[in-house]
């Protein structure tokens, strides 16, 4: 009878450990969300730029994608936020019934994550890529005044 207990024991111990796991994740879904946001403004802030040059196709799409990231965003939280109501359910339980079912969601759950946390980063890497060459394009234009200017004849010419 004893051994039973320790077991279901040491099961809510990893329960529990899954929950710290799920709390983390959604963290980090919260972060990228705010961080897709300034991705957001970072594009709108360089959009006259981008609309000069030949990259405002690609932005069109990263808008797109970071529209659709964002969704995706919402989703995951609000599916980590189901999942951790559950697994507080399951842990009220006195036999932890589901419990196998509760792994196997928590580690598909975890690919997902993994999977968009890997997307996020390759879209934050393009947005930053181009709006870089922005940037070093406007400083380009400082540094050297009036190579977009027409030239103006001088009357000792």
Known sequence: ??????????KRENLFKLH????????????????????QDLLSSFFIDLCRTEILPRTRILNKEIDKSNKECNLLIFELQTHEKQLATLLESKHLKG?????????????QVEMFIRASRNLKTTIFTITKKI????????LLPGTNAPKVKNSTD
Not at 99 to 110: G, I, M, P, T, V
Not at 135 to 142: L, P, S, T, V
């Open 99 to 111: 419990e196998e079912y509760f792994r196997k969601a928590h580690s598909e759950l975890s690919n």
């Open 20 to 39: 710290s796991i799920t709390q983390k994740f959604i963290s980090e879904l919260e972060f990228l969300h705010d961080e897709q946001r300034f991705l």
């Open 135 to 142: 940037i070093k394009q406007r400083k380009q234009k400082k």
């Open 1 to 10: 009878m004893k051994h039973i207990v320790i077991d279901i024991n040491k």
